[in-house]
Each structure stands twice: as C-alpha cells, then as structure tokens.
Nanobody, 120 residues
Framework: QVQLVESGGGLVQAGGSLRLSCAAS????????MNWYRQAPGKQRELVAT???????KLADSVKGRFTISRDNAKNTVYLQMNSLKPEDTAIYLC??????????????WGQGTQVTVSS
C-alpha cells in the first residue's frame, strides 16, 4: 500500500508565503517524478510544478519566479515553496507521484489535497 499525504496549506494574505509538503509512504521501491497540481473552483486542474528523480524541475509560466519545487529522496518527500502569493493562486493543491512499489508494480498516486487560500 502506497499513500501520499500533503500538508502546509492554509490562509495567507497576498504577497505572503506558504510551503507545502507531500510525503510518500508505504511499500515503496522507488519514487520517480513528483508533481504538484492545483484545482480552483470552476477551472481545470493545472500542472504547477514537476521534479524528476534526478531533480530536474519544470514550473508553469504562471508561477515561475515565485514558486520553487524541491525534493528529499531520503524522505520520499516533495516540497512546494510558494512566495509572492496572489489571490489567483487560491486552489486545492494536489500532490502526484509515479511510484514503483516493492512488488515492482508501477503506479500513479495522488494525495488528498490541501487548500491554499490567498486573500487580497
């Protein structure tokens, strides 16, 4: 059994910062790419940031220069540092990861999501 658990969301004023964490746990052999998505009311789910197992990163244009994605492979954890937050960043943020379990089955896993609300 593999699961992803996010933490770190909350309410912040515009211009503020938050740091999201997502920890993978369970019967894990290897964690490959890890991603952060977000889903705002009435909008399509958006890929915000990606980090590969060898720490290559990619950010959506809407967050470049403000957000940073990083990971700690020893802890199977991915982070999203969000600075200079804007009201339009308000969304549920979801963690996603490509994981090989100890039985060598590959799977695509999702966390439960964490709410980020930015007030103007």
């Amino acid at each position: 059994q593999v699961q992803l658990v996010e933490s770190g969301g909350g309410l912040v004023q515009a211009g503020g910062s938050l740091r999201l964490s997502c920890a993978a746990s369970g019967s894990i052999f290897r964690v490959n790419a890890m991603n952060w998505y977000r889903q705002a009311p009435g909008k399509q789910r958006e890929l915000v940031a990606t980090i590969t197992d060898d720490t290559n990163t990619k950010l959506a244009d809407s967050v470049k220069g403000r957000f940073t994605i990083s990971r700690d492979n020893a802890k199977n954890t991915v982070y999203l540092q969000m600075n200079s937050l804007k009201p339009e960043d308000t969304a549920i943020y979801l963690c996603n990861a490509a994981i090989i379990a100890r039985n060598l089955r590959r799977g695509d896993y999702w966390g439960q999501g964490t709410q980020v609300t930015v007030s103007s």
